[in-house]
């Protein structure tokens, strides 16, 4: 029984020392073990400053061809352009759109057709639309195109252009080539469209130069009332031609 124990025990004693040795022997890899990456920010983590960099890049690239595109659409007249540029938010880019549209409406048909577009869709008018409506209604001053000309104009919160406009309807009227317009009508469209101005824009200096210019024709415009004659005798509210 005791040399048993005594068998029992120089077993276990060769065994551990069999293994002290075998670890011992083992070779270290732990210097082989590569470092994290330095851009590892783990699964959920936010993208490395080069990612960043590379998405900027490319949301550069596909605004400018966006741009392109829109501004191809609108050289070849196509209206819905003007739309999809408002609905980006971009003034500037708007603009431009709005520009070419412009330059591709030669006739007077293409022209009204930018202009009832743009007033359908409660679109921006720019000062450039706003100069080629108040152009083509110089070409051909009427009552319609009158209605149309000074709306553009004030539109456009350009109140430079908003102010030569009620000047170049009064010049015309002098020169009697608005007959079809009565003073009071003129006078109430001039009033009515200040209104449509930004208040920034009827405040500012050049603001206070219009509101001079609209005292000047309403004085004028009231003077051409109390002159005009009855359309007729029945009817006493309406006013004849100057």
């Given at each position: 029984m005791f040399s048993l124990f005594i068998t029992a025990l120089a077993t276990i004693l060769i065994v551990g020392i069999g293994l002290y040795f075998w670890q011992k022997s083992a070779p270290d890899n732990s210097e082989r073990v590569l470092p994290p990456n330095a851009d590892f920010r783990g699964l959920f983590g936010e993208d490395s400053p080069a990612i960043e960099t590379e998405?900027?890049?490319?949301?550069?690239?596909?605004?400018?061809?966006?741009?392109?595109?829109?501004?191809?659409?609108?050289?070849?007249?196509?209206?819905?352009?003007?739309?999809?540029?408002?609905?980006?938010?971009?003034?500037?880019?708007?603009?431009?759109?709005?520009?070419?549209?412009?330059?591709?409406?030669?006739?007077?048909?293409?022209?009204?057709?930018?202009?009832?577009?743009?007033?359908?869709?409660?679109?921006?008018?720019?000062?450039?639309?706003?100069?080629?409506?108040?152009?083509?209604?110089?070409?051909?001053?009427?009552?319609a195109g009158t209605a149309k000309a000074l709306p553009f104009a004030a539109l456009s919160d350009d109140p430079e252009l908003y102010r030569q406009t009620v000047e170049q309807a009064i010049e015309l009227r002098r020169e009697g080539k608005l007959v079809d317009v009565l003073p009071?009508?003129?006078?109430?469209?001039?009033?009515?469209?200040?209104?449509?101005?930004?208040?920034?824009?009827?405040?500012?200096?050049?603001?206070?130069?219009?509101?001079?210019?609209?005292?000047?024709?309403?004085?004028?415009?009231?003077?051409?009332i109390v002159r005009s004659p009855r359309v007729n005798k029945g009817d006493q509210s309406k006013e004849g031609p100057p």
């Open positions: 998405k900027k890049r490319l949301a550069a690239v596909s605004k400018e061809q966006q741009e392109s595109f829109l501004i191809a659409r609108a050289r070849d007249g196509e209206l819905s352009s003007a739309s999809d540029a408002n609905e980006i938010g971009d003034a500037n880019l708007y603009d431009r759109v709005l520009v070419e549209l412009v330059r591709t409406a030669a006739s007077d048909a293409k022209l009204l057709s930018l202009m009832s577009y743009v007033t359908q869709n409660e679109l921006p008018v720019n000062r450039t639309l706003a100069t080629a409506v108040i152009a083509a209604w110089k070409k051909s001053p009427d009552r009071a009508e003129l006078r109430a469209l001039f009033d009515g469209e200040f209104w449509i101005l930004s208040s920034r824009t009827r405040s500012s200096g050049a603001g206070f130069v219009l509101k001079r210019t609209l005292e000047s024709a309403r004085r004028e415009l009231e003077a051409a």
